[in-house]
């Protein structure tokens, strides 16, 4: 997968800390970033397609990735039949 949106990414006005917050107020704050971001989609693919573990990606959680990748995997295996 292309990295080139990367350089488009609204978090790269920011220092990076932010991103990888220690508590649900930096959650958020993070979110509310991502969330005027314009490649906003093309960070939650990447993170997803790459199991990024921690941080906020494309304004999601780890919590809501995993929650995602779950939903993902059930679609595809339904979709199998």
Request: charged share 30%.
């Amino acid at each position: 997968m292309s990295t080139e949106w990367m350089a488009d990414g609204k978090c790269r006005e920011y220092p990076a800390g932010v991103f990888f917050p220690r508590d649900g107020i930096g959650v958020i704050k993070a979110q509310k970033i991502c969330a005027v971001c314009s490649v906003a989609d093309q960070c939650l693919n990447y993170a997803l397609e790459n199991h990024a573990d921690h941080g906020i990606w494309g304004g999601k959680s780890e919590r809501e990735r995993r929650r995602l990748q779950r939903t993902r995997r059930r679609r595809s295996a339904s979709s199998d039949f």
